[in-house]
C-alpha cells in the first residue's frame, strides 16, 4: 500500500476508535492474506470506512440527542428540578430497589401556603420568584442521593433515600422550618413564604401511587392543621 493511502486511510479512520481499529484489523488482515490493492481499491475501503465512522457519529449524535429530549420530558422548567412524571419514574426504580434490599425509604410532600394570594397580590413573577426559592432550598438542603421534584403549581415532592421514619419526618420538618423562615424579595416587597408537609415511609412497597397518595393525604392534614391556627396564612 502507497504512504499517500495509508495516511488517508488513517486520516479517515480518526473518528472513530471502532472504526480505527476495524481498518488496522482489515490492513492486517490484507496484509497476512497476501492481498495487494492498486490505489483505487485502498481508495475504495478508505470512503467505506469513512461513511461507517460519519454513520456511527450520527447516530452517537442522534442518542444524545434523545437522551436530552428525555430528560426535558421529566424536568420543570421553570425550576429546574424534576416535575410529576420525574418523581414517579424515580420514585417506582427506587421502590424496587428498596423492597430488593429492603431498604428504608420516605418520601414527603410539601405545598406552599398562601401561594394564590402571592400570585393575586403580587404577580405571578414573585409567585415564580416563590416557587425558585423552595426549589433551591430543598436541593440546598438534601443530599445528593435524595430526590427532589415539583409535581404541580405550588406542590413539591422529596424522596429521603436510606431514611428510617422517624429520621424522615425529623428532615421534612426541618425543610419546612427553612421554607416557613424564608423571605423573597420582590421590588420593595418581602413575601414571606410558609408551607404544609406530609410524610410516607415505604420499604418493600412497589405502588408508587400508593406512596403519593398517603403523603398527600398526610401533607393536606397538616395543611388542615395549620388553617386552625389563628395567625396562620391562609392557602
Same mark, same amino acid.
Given at each position: 500500500?502507497?504512504?499517500q493511502a495509508?495516511?488517508g486511510?488513517?486520516? !479517515?479512520? %480518526?473518528?472513530?476508535?471502532?472504526?480505527?481499529?476495524?481498518a488496522?484489523?482489515l490492513? !492486517?488482515?490484507?496484509?497476512?492474506?497476501?492481498?495487494?490493492?492498486? $490505489?483505487?481499491?485502498?481508495?475504495l475501503?478508505?470512503?467505506v470506512?469513512s461513511?461507517a =465512522? $460519519?454513520?456511527e457519529? *450520527?447516530?452517537a449524535?442522534?442518542q444524545e440527542r434523545? $437522551?436530552q429530549?428525555?430528560?426535558? $420530558?421529566?424536568?420543570d422548567?421553570?425550576?429546574g428540578?424534576r416535575? *410529576?412524571?420525574?418523581?414517579?419514574m424515580s420514585?417506582?426504580?427506587?421502590m424496587?430497589?428498596?423492597?430488593?434490599?429492603?431498604? %428504608?425509604a420516605?418520601?414527603?410532600?410539601?405545598?406552599?401556603d398562601?401561594?394564590k394570594s402571592?400570585n393575586?397580590t403580587?404577580?405571578? #413573577?414573585?409567585?415564580?420568584k416563590?416557587?425558585?426559592q423552595v426549589?433551591k432550598?430543598?436541593?440546598?438542603y438534601?443530599?445528593?442521593?435524595d430526590?427532589?421534584?415539583?409535581?404541580?403549581g405550588? %406542590?413539591?415532592?422529596?424522596?429521603l433515600t436510606?431514611c428510617?421514619?422517624?429520621q424522615?419526618?425529623?428532615?421534612?420538618?426541618?425543610?419546612?422550618r427553612?421554607?416557613?423562615?424564608?423571605?423573597?424579595?420582590?421590588?420593595?416587597? =418581602?413575601?414571606a413564604?410558609r408551607?404544609?408537609m406530609g410524610?410516607?415511609p415505604?420499604s418493600?412497597? #412497589?405502588?408508587p %401511587?400508593?406512596?403519593?397518595g398517603?403523603?398527600?393525604d398526610?401533607?393536606y392534614?397538616?395543611? =388542615?392543621?395549620?388553617?386552625?391556627q389563628?395567625?396562620?396564612?391562609?392557602?
Amino acid at each position: 500500500m502507497s504512504n499517500q493511502a495509508h495516511t488517508g486511510l488513517n486520516n !479517515k479512520t %480518526e473518528i472513530n476508535p471502532y472504526v480505527s481499529k476495524l481498518a488496522s484489523k482489515l490492513v !492486517k488482515t490484507a496484509a497476512s492474506a497476501e492481498i495487494r490493492f492498486d $490505489s483505487t481499491g485502498w481508495q475504495l475501503i478508505t470512503e467505506v470506512l469513512s461513511y461507517a =465512522a $460519519s454513520a456511527e457519529q *450520527r447516530m452517537a449524535e442522534q442518542q444524545e440527542r434523545i $437522551s436530552q429530549l428525555e430528560q426535558l $420530558s421529566v424536568t420543570d422548567e421553570l425550576t429546574g428540578i424534576r416535575n *410529576r412524571r420525574g418523581l414517579k419514574m424515580s420514585l417506582g426504580r427506587l421502590m424496587a430497589t428498596s423492597a430488593r434490599y429492603n431498604e %428504608e425509604a420516605v418520601l414527603g410532600f410539601i405545598d406552599l401556603d398562601g401561594f394564590k394570594s402571592i400570585n393575586d397580590t403580587y404577580g405571578h #413573577t414573585a409567585g415564580d420568584k416563590a416557587l425558585r426559592q423552595v426549589a433551591k432550598i430543598l436541593k440546598t438542603y438534601t443530599r445528593t442521593s435524595d430526590i427532589v421534584a415539583r409535581i404541580s403549581g405550588d %406542590e413539591f415532592a422529596v424522596i429521603l433515600t436510606r431514611c428510617a421514619p422517624e429520621q424522615g419526618e425529623e428532615r421534612m420538618r426541618n425543610l419546612q422550618r427553612i421554607i416557613n423562615e424564608a423571605v423573597v424579595t420582590h421590588g420593595k416587597q =418581602a413575601i414571606a413564604l410558609r408551607c404544609s408537609m406530609g410524610t410516607q415511609p415505604f420499604s418493600g412497597i #412497589t405502588d408508587p %401511587e400508593t406512596v403519593i397518595g398517603a403523603a398527600d393525604d398526610a401533607m393536606y392534614q397538616d395543611k =388542615a392543621n395549620r388553617r386552625a391556627q389563628p395567625t396562620h396564612q391562609p392557602s
